[in-house]
């Protein structure tokens, strides 16, 4: 069974630092393109990094491409979410999905796989 598990959330404070993991179990990321997208609530979900599998290419959403960055650990078999100088505008469930596109990631595309989120509270 595919599952998805983030790790990492809890509450920061205005400007500090978070660092989310994607775990896998049941399979390797090295199958799947992974994101990461987030979701305040009374809002939309937003996406906002990704890497692929094919060439460990990753891309980060404009919004957030100054703060935030994504990258993967071999080792422990996680894509790894770096969150730096957070606002309280970041406060959200952060979630991680799995596609199988074997090519460049992107975020405005079909997830099959979901992790069930982890809360990020940036509060002072």
């Known amino acids: 069974q595919v599952q998805l598990v983030e790790s990492g959330g809890g509450l920061v404070q205005p400007g500090g630092s978070l660092r989310l993991s994607c775990a896998a179990s049941?399979?390797?990321?090295?199958?799947?393109?992974i994101a990461w997208f987030r979701q305040a609530p009374g809002k939309e979900r937003e996406g906002l990094a990704c890497?692929?599998?094919?060439?460990?290419?990753?891309h980060v959403a404009d919004s957030v491409k100054d703060r935030f960055s994504i990258s993967r650990d071999n080792a422990k078999n996680t894509v790894d979410l770096q969150m730096n100088n957070l606002i309280p505008e970041d406060t959200a469930v952060y979630y991680c999905?799995?596609?199988?596109?074997?090519?460049?990631?992107?975020?405005?595309?079909?997830?099959?796989?979901w992790g069930e989120g982890t809360q990020v509270t940036v509060s002072s």
């Open positions: 999905a799995a596609n199988e596109h074997y090519g460049p990631c992107y975020l405005n595309v079909p997830h099959k796989y």
């Open positions: 049941g399979f390797t990321l090295d199958y799947y393109n």
């Open positions: 890497f692929s599998r094919l060439d460990d290419r990753t």
